[in-house]
């Protein structure tokens, strides 16, 4: 199938993502904030828009990729005087958009409310996976919205990730990223803690690493993120100023839920130091930083 797909949000993630719709075949028209970032996709075919209302008259189906709750309802659904220029103002009844932002799952099903009143369908399709898994289409997507759009929309899906899953209605796709950084934080958290315990007690963490793998205790957090904490290389998968802000999404849905999430809340606030020192920028495995930081002796520094 090749369709007219829109994809707003050219980002770390968004980039490759698009890329990866284009090498299938279809037609895209893109995006963003930033006319050069808009330029690998030009030079692979797509057709620059200079705005999200534009990008959405040209799509039957159109993607989000941004960075938070407030981006994705300014781009989406507008207001004031940059309403005619959303996307909203450019969708035609019957076109489908698909948001694979991480954002708040209140929102969302506020913004789902306001489509499906001018007859538009919307998906929430947050991921997991990074930039690798962004850059090699082999991205978990988790979905929220009716059945009868993600089935449209899932052999797009699939050129941009692996495992797909529908979860629920509205919003739905949301609670499971939330579910997702859960685990993800905590399990590089206790990733970092077991290799800083391996080092403190003079033993090749590296060897540590590998025989972890071998049992009950592998991950891809494991695998990925211990590599990283061992070579002291913090390059940017997923940024800890993008990891930040979903945990407090995490958290603000556990305030709505009455939910205690302790473990979730020390990861936040481990998280809060690092960005606090400057180190928005670092990899969420860089979460190993501070864990050192709070464990050096004398003039030791992290």
Same mark, same amino acid.
């Given at each position: 199938?090749?369709?007219?797909?829109?994809?707003?949000?050219?980002?770390?993630?968004?980039?490759?993502?698009?890329?990866?719709?284009?090498?299938?075949?279809?037609?895209? *028209?893109?995006?963003?904030?930033? /006319?050069?970032?808009?330029?690998?996709? +030009?030079?692979?075919?797509?057709? *620059?828009?200079?705005?999200? *209302?534009?990008?959405?008259?040209?799509?039957?189906?159109?993607?989000?990729?941004?960075?938070?709750?407030?981006?994705?309802?300014?781009?989406?659904?507008?207001?004031?005087?940059?309403?005619?220029?959303?996307?909203?103002?450019?969708?035609?009844?019957?076109?489908?958009?698909?948001?694979?932002? +991480?954002?708040?799952?209140?929102? +969302?099903?506020?913004?789902?409310?306001?489509?499906?009143?001018?007859? @538009?369908?919307?998906?929430?399709?947050?991921?997991?996976?990074?930039? @690798?898994?962004? &850059?090699?289409?082999?991205?978990?997507?988790?979905?929220?919205?009716?059945?009868?759009?993600?089935?449209?929309?899932?052999?797009?899906?699939?050129?941009?990730?692996?495992?797909?899953?529908?979860?629920? /209605?509205?919003?739905?796709?949301?609670?499971?990223?939330?579910?997702?950084?859960?685990?993800?934080?905590? +399990?590089?958290?206790?990733?970092?803690? /077991?290799?800083?315990?391996?080092?403190?007690?003079? @033993?090749?963490? *590296?060897?540590?690493?590998?025989?972890?793998?071998?049992?009950?205790?592998?991950? &891809?957090?494991?695998?990925?993120?211990?590599?990283?904490?061992?070579?002291?290389?913090?390059?940017?998968?997923?940024?800890?100023?993008?990891?930040?802000?979903?945990?407090?999404?995490?958290?603000?849905?556990?305030?709505?839920?009455?939910?205690?999430?302790?473990?979730?809340?020390?990861?936040?606030?481990?998280?809060?130091?690092?960005?606090?020192?400057?180190?928005?920028?670092?990899?969420?495995?860089?979460?190993?930083?501070?864990? &050192? &930081?709070?464990?050096?002796?004398?003039?030791?520094?992290?």
């Amino acid at each position: 199938m090749t369709a007219r797909i829109g994809f707003i949000g050219l980002g770390i993630m968004g980039r490759p993502m698009a890329l990866n719709l284009i090498k299938r075949g279809h037609r895209l *028209a893109v995006f963003a904030r930033r /006319a050069e970032a808009m330029v690998p996709l +030009t030079d692979a075919g797509a057709i *620059a828009c200079d705005s999200p *209302a534009a990008v959405a008259r040209e799509a039957d189906i159109t993607f989000t990729m941004l960075s938070d709750t407030p981006d994705v309802e300014a781009v989406i659904l507008g207001s004031g005087a940059k309403a005619e220029r959303a996307v909203i103002a450019g969708a035609a009844p019957g076109s489908i958009v698909v948001d694979m932002s +991480t954002i708040s799952p209140a929102a +969302t099903r506020a913004i789902a409310e306001r489509l499906g009143a001018a007859g @538009v369908s919307m998906l929430d399709a947050p991921v997991s996976g990074g930039d @690798v898994g962004a &850059r090699d289409g082999t991205l978990s997507i988790m979905v929220g919205g009716p059945q009868a759009a993600f089935l449209r929309v899932k052999p797009l899906f699939e050129a941009m990730g692996r495992n797909i899953g529908h979860i629920g /209605a509205a919003g739905a796709g949301q609670v499971c990223k939330a579910c997702n950084q859960i685990v993800v934080g905590q +399990t590089i958290a206790g990733v970092g803690e /077991a290799l800083l315990m391996a080092q403190a007690a003079g @033993v090749d963490a *590296a060897k540590v690493r590998e025989a972890l793998l071998g049992g009950f205790a592998a991950s &891809r957090i494991l695998e990925l993120h211990g590599q990283r904490m061992l070579d002291g290389d913090y390059t940017p998968g997923f940024k800890l100023a993008l990891y930040q802000k979903d945990l407090r999404l995490v958290q603000e849905a556990a305030h709505a839920l009455g939910l205690a999430l302790p473990g979730t809340a020390l990861v936040a606030q481990l998280v809060n130091a690092l960005v606090g020192h400057g180190d928005g920028e670092l990899d969420a495995a860089a979460l190993h930083l501070v864990q &050192r &930081r709070l464990n050096a002796r004398g003039d030791e520094r992290a």
